[in-house]
């Protein structure tokens, strides 16, 4: 049973761009949505994350956009930089599965100069 | 401040081994999670502990298991080891087993 779905699987974008990924979770209970950036080596990084009483939360370029209804959450990543070139994750955690992360798939990201 | 700590960094092991893995929190935590992250793939969870307890579990066998002592650290230790046992091993600590962790770096296990 797949709970979140990531979306795409790897993306290239110039230096300068829009970076978007998508996630998509099925279970409402979830309450907390976060995004990771893991660079290789490393353990995942917490960017940025929102609760489903707001629709978009924005932490300097990095931005999620939250659609309760849809059942979907992204990240955009704006003036995207070489050095934002890492694997992205979005998660989901809540409800009877409080404290425990779900990951998505991940993306690779790559920015190019 | 210091975050979350795992050690070793790296580990090689022979298949139908037993392997030690440890992880101090970061300072004011007092939860922590063990991930299993593939190449290629997310973190999958393995178990929560809080309280010197096991609070949630994955879906991971028995030969998972796992300790945690009075000042939060924690260990988490796999018997008989499968091929299908190497991959980064990834602990994350949170406070009052909130979602909100810390990753630490993880520890590299290859079975061989």
């Known amino acids: 049973q797949q709970q979140v779905k990531q979306s795409p699987q790897s993306l290239i974008v110039q230096k300068g761009g829009i970076s978007i990924i998508n996630c998509a979770y099925e279970?409402?209970?979830?309450?907390?949505f976060p995004w990771y950036q893991q660079f290789p080596g490393k353990g995942p990084a917490l960017l940025i994350a929102?609760?489903?009483?707001?629709s978009e939360k924005k932490e300097g370029r990095f931005t999620i956009s939250f659609n309760k209804s849809a059942k979907q959450f992204s990240l955009h990543i704006m003036d995207s930089q070489p050095g934002d070139s890492a694997t992205y994750f979005c998660?989901?955690?809540?409800?009877?599965?409080?404290?425990?992360?779900?990951f998505g798939q991940g993306t690779i990201l790559t920015v190019h100069p | 401040d210091a975050g979350v700590t795992q050690s070793p960094t790296h580990l090689i092991k022979t298949r139908g081994q037993q392997v030690t893995l440890r992880c101090s929190p970061k300072?004011?935590?007092?939860?922590v999670s063990w991930y299993q992250q593939a190449l290629g793939q997310g973190p999958q969870f393995i178990f929560q502990?809080?309280?010197?307890?096991?609070?949630q579990r994955g879906n991971f066998p028995d030969r998972f298991s796992g300790h945690q002592f009075p000042n939060y650290s924690s260990e988490l230790n796999v018997n008989a080891l499968l091929l299908g046992d190497s991959a980064l091993y990834l602990c994350?600590?949170?406070?009052?087993?909130?979602?909100?962790?810390?990753f630490g770096s993880g520890t590299r296990l290859t079975v061989v």
């Open positions: 300072s004011g935590h007092d939860t």
């Open positions: 994350a600590s949170s406070f009052s087993r909130g979602p909100g962790y810390t």
């Open positions: 929102i609760r489903p009483d707001v």
């Open positions: 279970n409402t209970a979830f309450d907390y």
């Open positions: 502990y809080y309280e010197e307890e096991e609070r």
């Open positions: 998660a989901v955690a809540g409800g009877t599965s409080y404290g425990k992360l779900t």
